[in-house]
């Protein structure tokens, strides 16, 4: 089993561009969330899903878009970069509502 | 709404001594709890959880946590600290009500030889 596999685990982007991270899990799970991690500041929520097909906005959504078209897939985008993106982004997904999320490594972002 | 409060940032103890993190949170009704633990450059990884079962729970690495309905708290233990212990260590709720999680701002564990 792979878990939660997130892509790139780097990446430095200017300001205004776009990109999107990638988030696979191979573990059949329903829910699947976004999370940044910042010093000092715990894990925030960026979006979650609850299955394919369905999202919803986190505590931080601004300047960010979800999608879940399959179970296995939940793509994050940035639709036009800022330095205050800059952070540590995981994705993370879990297969009913008691238990424990599972998280993928990280993609660590720049924005310069 | 619901919160999850970490007492302390960081927390220093030396090797074998015992480790004490603490967790309180806010609920209108019990909600499912959970330790993570994050090592340097790596994902959370799941330390253990409660879900209304017993409220002494054990999980891995030795860590062990207890579910205090009085006093809203989950506060993280290990009798005898080990030089691997030393990590970030997030307490996280679940409300039983919603799809959310809430995670602590984490705590810093050091041990010192």
């Known amino acids: 089993n792979a878990g939660v596999t997130q892509t790139p685990k780097f990446q430095v982007l200017k300001t205004g561009q776009s990109m999107t991270l990638q988030c696979a899990q191979d573990m059949n799970h329903e829910y699947m969330s976004w999370y940044r991690q910042d010093p000092g500041m715990g894990l925030r929520l960026i979006h979650y899903s609850v299955g394919a097909g369905i999202t919803d906005q986190g505590e931080v959504p601004n300047g960010y878009n979800v999608s879940r078209s399959t179970t296995e897939d939940f793509p994050l985008r940035l639709l036009s970069a800022a330095p205050s993106q800059t952070s540590v982004y995981f994705c993370?997904?879990?297969?009913?509502?008691?238990?424990?999320?599972?998280f993928g490594s990280g993609t660590r972002l720049t924005v310069v | 709404a619901q919160s999850v409060t970490q007492l302390g940032s960081h927390v220093s103890v030396s090797e074998g001594a015992l480790v004490l993190l603490r967790c309180n949170y806010s609920s209108s009704v019990p909600p499912y709890l959970f330790w993570y633990v994050q090592y340097p450059n790596q994902g959370l990884q799941l330390l253990l959880k409660y879900t209304s079962a017993a409220t002494l729970v054990k999980g891995i690495n030795g860590f062990e946590a207890e579910f205090k309905k009085s006093e809203t708290s989950f506060h993280l233990t290990k009798p005898s600290a080990h030089m691997s212990d030393a990590a970030e260590y997030f307490c996280a709720v679940n409300p039983n009500t919603g799809n959310q999680f809430y995670f602590g701002t984490g705590t810093s564990l050091t041990v010192i030889p």
């Open positions: 993370a997904s879990r297969i009913t509502v008691n238990y424990g999320y599972t």
